[in-house]
T-cell receptor, first 111, second 118 residues
């Protein structure tokens, strides 16, 4: 089946640092999605990417759809305490609406 | 606007017991999804409804799991009998509908029900 490999699995950073995480796949995707999950909550969509090479920003978040359509990265600039959580990449959307999630990157921010 | 509602938020049962989870999607959302999220993993789709019909239940362990959405609005997911490996968070999500043009049909998730099977 389709496998998504997210890295790193977890990150410990200082407040104010920039963060970068990525996701790779063995298959070509038409849509990449990035979600964030806070403790005790369901995932929330952050950014959706539809075209190879597309670079999209949402506030301090920036994500890119890789040219090969097999990878994507998410950057967070100037991290703040509320950025703590689990970030998931996902293969998503298309006409059947099936979303396949990666295992997540757990972001911890040190005071 | 109210989000996706789920209950209960937590449930602890012993193996071989039965359990049921309830979900009320966002008003007007035709598509409803149930996901299983095991600790340390991303959510995995169990079943997808479009109105009151099943679109995809290929990942649902049908020998013990069942789900229904009789009136095309709220839904229940049942496990009978539960096994230790069913311990997970069960997430419900809803979206406007399948196959909409112009991008992702965004799914909105509820807070989940955390199930512990002892």
């Amino acid at each position: 089946g389709q496998q998504l490999n997210q890295s790193p699995q977890s990150m410990f950073i200082q407040e104010g640092e920039d963060v970068s995480m990525n996701c790779t796949s063995s298959s070509i995707f038409n849509t990449w999605l990035w979600y964030k999950q806070d403790p005790g909550e369901g995932p929330v969509l952050l950014i959706a990417l539809y075209k190879a090479g597309e670079l999209t920003s949402n506030g301090r978040l920036t994500a890119q759809f890789g040219i090969t359509r097999k990878d994507s990265f998410l950057n967070i600039s100037a991290s703040i305490p509320s950025d703590v959580g689990i970030y998931f990449c996902a293969r998503g959307g298309d006409r059947d609406d099936k979303i396949i999630f990666g295992k997540g990157t757990r972001l911890h921010i040190l005071p | 606007e109210a989000g996706v509602a789920q209950s209960p938020r937590y449930k602890i049962i012993e193996k071989r017991q039965s359990v049921a989870f309830w979900c009320n999607p966002i008003s007007g959302h035709a598509t409803l999804y149930w996901y299983q999220q095991i600790l340390g993993q991303g959510p995995k789709l169990l079943i997808q409804f479009q109105n009151n019909g099943v679109v995809d239940d290929s990942q649902l362990p049908k020998d013990r799991f069942s789900a229904e959405r009789l009136k095309g609005v709220d839904s229940t997911l049942k496990i009978q009998p539960a096994k230790l490996e069913d311990s997970a968070v069960y997430l419900c999500a809803s979206s406007l509908g399948l196959g909409l043009a112009g991008g992702v049909n965004e799914q909105f998730f509820g807070p989940g029900t955390r199930l512990t099977v002892l």
